[in-house]
């Protein structure tokens, strides 16, 4: 199995895992990119950062700090 194919793999598992203790596996996204894609890193960059910010602060975290 090729680095590419077993990292996708990891991701998925990752995201299944953020799901089910509700910190919501869109947060973990992996891309696969060139060297010669800055331009497209950079887009990817600023979309990744809208949706973050759209989800707000790590839930269990707040939780944690509202318990405190």
């Known amino acids: 199995m090729s680095f590419y194919l077993?990292?996708?793999s990891r991701i998925k598992h990752i995201q299944k895992i953020l799901d089910t203790i509700?910190?919501?596996g869109e947060r973990a996204q992996m891309y696969n990119l060139s060297s010669n894609d800055g331009p497209r890193f950079a887009e990817i960059a600023v979309e990744m950062d809208e949706k973050?910010?759209?989800l707000g602060p790590n839930p269990i975290k707040l939780a944690q700090n509202t318990a405190a």
Do not use: E, F, Y
């Open 22 to 24: 509700g910190i919501g």
């Open 52 to 54: 973050i910010r759209k």
């Open 6 to 8: 077993r990292a996708r």
